[in-house]
């Protein structure tokens, strides 16, 4: 019950912009669309989530169009560290808010 | 400020044994749940807890049993281990249950032989 579909890996190179695209066609108004990435199977970490808005922080910016179906991530200047398995991913209503993850995108960022 | 703690870090397990993993979270945060990611996918809820006292099953929670005595901690238990219970286990906890972060341990790996 995969609620995003994202492509299966994606190259950027060290310094540039890295942009993930996501969709999420089937979101229904009140869920969140989060992005998390994992690292060589470590905990996953938190990088931004939004609603409907688009949103910035230190680490990244998500753009969610306006009809909610697709979004992007953006890592504004990839370093090598940035290499890992980046999920988005939808907060649904049901399972006490629960996350459902899909494949997730393997950003490789190369020197 | 040490976020979602997991305890062990390792574990083997013989087919038929029971264990609890260990979950910690010095945040006061009122949700609490365990996910485990099997090999090349995603992560999958095994069970929640919205607060103290309370929990509820997820999509996977066959074979596991919760409780929530605290805030802080909320352990998960494996009843009767088997091979197919082999994963990496997630604990995470957010403030709230709608909008806000959500915070993942570095999770347990269990193997069942």
């Known amino acids: 019950d995969a609620k995003t579909t994202q492509p299966t890996s994606m190259d950027c190179a060290e310094g540039r912009a890295a942009n993930l695209p996501c969709n999420h066609s089937t979101i229904s108004g009140n869920e969140y669309v989060y992005w998390y990435r994992q690292i060589h199977s470590q905990g996953p970490q938190y990088i931004i989530h939004g609603l409907k808005n688009n949103e910035t922080n230190e680490m990244a910016s998500l753009i969610i169009t306006e009809d909610r179906k697709s979004s992007t991530l953006i890592l504004p200047h990839a370093t090598l560290r940035d290499t890992a398995v980046y999920y988005c991913?939808?907060?649904?209503?049901?399972?006490?808010?629960?996350?459902?993850f899909g494949a997730g995108t393997i950003l490789r960022v190369k020197s | 400020n040490a976020g979602v703690t997991q305890t062990p870090k390792f574990q083997v397990l013989k087919t038929g044994q029971s264990m609890t993993l260990q979950c910690a979270q010095d945040m006061n945060h009122e949700y609490m749940s365990w996910y485990r990611q099997d090999p090349g996918m995603g992560l999958r809820l095994i069970h929640y807890s919205v607060g103290a006292g309370i929990t509820d099953q997820g999509e996977v929670p066959n074979g596991y049993n919760v409780s929530r005595s605290t805030t802080e901690d909320f352990p998960l238990r494996l009843l009767s281990a088997a091979p197919s219970q082999t994963s990496v286990y997630f604990c995470?906890?957010?403030?709230?249950?709608?909008?806000?972060?959500?915070?993942f341990g570095e999770g347990s790996w269990l193997t069942v032989v």
């Open positions: 991913i939808v907060r649904v209503t049901e399972y006490g808010n629960k996350l459902v």
């Open positions: 995470a906890s957010s403030i709230g249950f709608s909008g806000g972060t959500i915070y």
